[in-house]
């Protein structure tokens, strides 16, 4: 029988692969245990040795197997090998979470007095932890106006240890220019961290660009059915290592099942992604010429002021639209969401099934006026997340809604 460790379909062949092929195969031993065409679910906690000069062998590092289910399971390393190979990087570390993700790698890489700089549009979580947190072991966080360059650069001192942002933002969907954001990086010998979350690897290659780690909630697009939490940062082997030897303390891991499910999802992970793109184009059309509708904000229309650079460097613009109701308070906005048949109410993204959700109400209501001003959540803010249905039927769906 054999072991998931040999001859996985990895490095070398799969990254001259195309994508969908690489989703499919990248990772995966030719010949799995039982002959099975599926990776096995290991459930176990601890692994057994043969014998003591085995135990020393593998201290040694001689022999790549796994001791005990904090640090690793067989078929966590197929999955993690497969979303290096999407992003064409050396290596990728999973999480339990996408939060678990972004905690684990600041954890590992930040010490009392150092600094690291967001950009202002971010997950509510990631700048809560930054703020509320990493403060209280000494880090200092400074928050820059999203996109603005020359405020990030001025922002930097020879404290600061890393750049960070997301692209596309949440919910705003502004866009981040990765040249200009790695050369200022590089100029001052910073490490540049990217939460491509929404862009997923299908979309933005941040590693190829120059960035030094990219993160993920896998729970979104990569899993893509609504049905499992788990997150990854993937760079190279040496600026990973740290970071996984912390996983292992921490032990913020994915169940053996979860991995299962992590892996079928990235099967169909390119199909997905075409019809995420698709359908979030043609409802972003749809809503923009829509007497009712105010503004959408979606890369790919060309009102959108971070088009060129999404078209640039981006090979297709997601799932996600948000836009706002003409001349609504928040209640008649609420009466929109409530009106939807097909959208679902709920938080997240990037599932098979489309979301809707309220900003103010779903993630911003306990933030005061001011607050929600700040991080740009008007009242009449509303957020789709288009999930793979048809388009026609979406678009028929939010027009009775609107209508
Ligand atoms: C959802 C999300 C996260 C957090 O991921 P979880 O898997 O929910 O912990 C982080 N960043 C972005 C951009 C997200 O959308």
Redesign the pocket.
Known sequence: MSHPEEKPAAAASSQRWGFSTRSVHAGEARQKPGDAITDPIFCAATYTFPDTQSVIDYIEQKLPREEYGRYGNPSEKVVERKLAALEGAEEAVLFS????A?VGLLMAKLNAGDEIIFFDEC?H??REFCARHLSRFGVVTHQVTACDYEAMEAAITPRTRMLVS?SPT?PHLSVVDLERFVQIGRRHGVETLI?A??ATPYNLQPIRAGVDYV?H????YLAGHNDL???VVIGSSEKLEEVRKLRGIMGSISSPHNIYLLQRGLKTFELRMQRHNENGLAVARFLEQHPRVERVYYPGLESHPYHQVAQRTMRGYGGLVTFLVKDADWRQTADVVDRVRIFRIAP??GGVESLIEQPLVMSYYECTPEERKRFGIPDNMIRLACGVENAEDLIADLAQALG
């Open positions: 979470t996408g939060m678990a972004l997950y979580r990631s997301e949440n939460d979350t929404l993160l909630s896998c729970t979104k939490l788990a997150g997240s993204l």
